[in-house]
């Protein structure tokens, strides 16, 4: 079975300071890893993923996250908060030894980022 | 580059009625399509998954002669909730995912379903 855990449900940041949003997850095998963005009454938007390679992974809008194995996380994090990037993330995974008719990504729950001017 | 559209955006019909909505990918060949349900303020659930040409796979707890999926073409999949209810009021999201090894899920803008 796989799963993903964002802990937290809104995370508040001032514009211009660094901003995190964390996210753990568990699969069986290897994971590959996601960051989607959801502004109000809209789709998802991808953000980055790791698949495998570099830890650090570099996506949109100058976000990154850092996949770390021992700690099972894929923490979302950007450098300098805007207050358009005020919107809901979502983390999900998949078990790369999910095979079959399809391959299931687990999302998380969902983090509020409210960054305040 | 892989854009996923939806139609219609916002739907409102009577109890009763069916509702079908259409998910496109616009600049790619999408073997498998998703849809997801999501209620306010809580995750995606995902309801089930097409394949192209074949029968749709149902999550647990989806009843599968409520909410038919078709996807008849490898850019387009359809969900026709039948019979609705007010309780099917919800936001409806596709995704569509390209063949390859980049296992990337694309999502549509999502469409605002309400029962009266």
């Known amino acids: 079975a796989q799963s993903v855990a964002q802990p937290e449900d809104q995370v508040n940041v001032a514009e211009g300071n660094p901003l995190t949003v964390k996210c753990t997850y568990s699969?069986?095998?290897?994971?590959?890893l996601f960051w989607y963005v959801q502004y109000p009454n809209r789709g998802l938007q991808f953000l980055l993923k790791?698949?495998?390679?570099?830890?650090l992974v570099k996506g949109s809008y100058g976000f990154e996250a850092e996949f770390n194995k021992s700690q099972t996380s894929f923490h979302l994090k950007k450098p300098s908060a805007l207050v358009s990037d005020s919107a809901l993330y979502f983390c999900?995974?998949?078990?790369?030894?999910?095979?079959?008719?399809?391959?299931?990504?687990?999302f998380g729950t969902g983090t509020k980022l409210q960054v305040i001017p | 580059g892989a854009v996923v559209s939806q139609h219609p955006s916002w739907v409102i019909c009577k109890s009763g009625t069916s509702v079908k909505i259409e998910c496109r990918s616009l600049?790619?060949?999408?073997?498998?399509m998703f849809w997801y349900r999501q209620f306010p303020k809580q995750s995606l659930m995902l309801m089930a998954t097409?394949?192209?040409?074949?029968?749709?796979?149902?999550e647990q707890g989806v009843e599968k002669d409520k909410f038919l999926i078709n996807h008849a073409s490898l850019t387009l999949s359809t969900l026709t909730v039948t019979s609705a209810h007010p309780e099917d009021s919800s936001f409806y999201i596709c995704?569509?995912?390209?063949?390859?090894?980049?296992?990337?899920?694309?999502f549509g803008p999502g469409t605002r379903l309400t029962v009266l």
């Open positions: 995704s569509a995912r390209a063949y390859g090894p980049t296992d990337t899920q694309y």
């Open positions: 699969v069986s095998g290897n994971p590959y």
């Open positions: 790791y698949i495998t390679g570099d830890n």
């Open positions: 999900a995974v998949r078990d790369i030894r999910n095979s079959g008719g399809y391959q299931k990504v687990t």
């Open positions: 600049d790619f060949q999408a073997t498998t």
């Open positions: 097409s394949n192209e040409g074949s029968k749709a796979t149902y």
